[in-house]
T-cell receptor, first 113, second 113 residues
Framework: GNSVTQMEGPVTLSEEAFLTINCTYTATGYPSLFWYVQYPGEGLQLLLKATKADDKGSNKGFEATYRKETTSFHLEKGSVQVSDSAVYFCALNRNSGNTPLVFGKGTRLSVIA | DSGVTQTPKHLITATGQRVTLRCSPRSGDLSVYWYQQSLDQGLQFLIHYYNGEERAKGNILERFSAQQFPDLHSELNLSSLELGDSALYFC????????????FGSGTRLTVV
């Protein structure tokens, strides 16, 4: 079946540190890949997406590249801020039929000043 | 404001009771998805409706049911509630099958006591 595996948190970084959150997936066909972010007390917000191999999604300084050869979609940011503290979810959509978004378990990021 | 409205924001009820959670999708979106978020299970897909018809079912208990009305709003009914049903329930919407991602509401926090 389709699944997403994320690195376990929590991840604690100092402000301006480099961030990587690993995400790998298992899916048939050619899924679309997403990163969502959930700030405390809020719903999930789409952070970025990529729909085919080698696509790079980017938003708010975050980037992720769709790597089909390694079935990965790692999230990176060069310099994190305290305001980036949140839970980050990797997700995939199989692009066929009515299969819903499948989410990883989420990675909590805490950035300290 | 994401455009997806969920009510109520918080709900506290006793075991054995029945509750109804409501979701209004973003204007123009035909698909509504329900997810349950708990600490130990992460985000679990419950059910998907498209333009009034059920399209996919996930790990939804028989005690739970949902429907989407002609005006496209959706309701999730939870009955014979148990302590373990305490969770955040999210509604999300998308224009069609969500190939470009979903827009999430801010969720309903259900506490069963």
């Amino acid at each position: 079946g389709n699944s997403v595996t994320q690195m376990e948190g929590p991840v604690t970084l100092s402000e301006e540190a480099f961030l990587t959150i690993n995400c790998t997936y298992t899916a048939t066909g050619y899924p679309s890949l997403f990163w969502y972010v959930q700030y405390p007390g809020e719903g999930l917000q789409l952070l970025l997406k990529a729909t085919k191999a080698d696509d790079k999604g980017s938003n708010k300084g975050f980037e992720a590249t769709y790597r089909k050869e390694t079935t990965s979609f790692h999230l990176e940011k060069g310099s994190v801020q305290v305001s980036d503290s949140a839970v980050y979810f990797c997700a995939l959509n199989r692009n066929s039929g009515n299969t819903p978004l499948v989410f990883g378990k989420g990675t909590r990021l805490s950035v300290i000043a | 404001d994401s455009g997806v409205t969920q009510t109520p924001k918080h709900l506290i009820t006793a075991t054995g009771q029945r509750v109804t959670l409501r979701c209004s999708p973003r204007s123009g979106d035909l698909s509504v998805y329900w997810y349950q978020q708990s600490l130990d299970q992460g985000l679990q897909f419950l059910i998907h409706y498209y333009n009034g018809e059920e399209r996919a079912k996930g790990n939804i208990l028989e005690r739970f049911s949902a429907q989407q009305f002609p005006d496209l709003h959706s309701e999730l009914n939870l009955s014979s509630l148990e302590l373990g049903d305490s969770a955040l329930y999210f509604c999300a919407s998308s224009p069609r099958q969500g190939l470009w991602g979903y827009t999430f509401g801010s969720g309903t926090r259900l506490t069963v006591v």
